[in-house]
């Protein structure tokens, strides 16, 4: 049986609004690679638009990851 590597992220997204308020709210918390503890990231935004963002910027940190060869082994 080949071995196979890997690189697995994982991105929570708790997202709310506030009563009396029309914007979305988000508290978004990723780690690059969960075998690494070192790799946590966590931010606040304010609407849809810039939620979308925090989550595409790190889609790419986690692609351009894979692509330069920083896999674990699995």
Do not use: H, P, Q, Y
């Amino acid at each position: 049986m080949r071995a196979t590597s890997e690189r697995v992220g994982l991105l929570v997204i708790r997202a709310w609004v506030e009563a009396g308020d029309s914007e979305l709210r988000a508290r978004i918390t990723g780690r690059l690679d969960v075998v690494n503890s070192k790799e946590t990231s966590f931010t606040v935004v304010v609407g849809v638009d810039s939620a979308a963002d925090v989550v595409r910027d790190w889609l790419e940190e986690l692609e351009r990851g894979v692509s330069a060869g920083s896999v674990t082994k699995a």
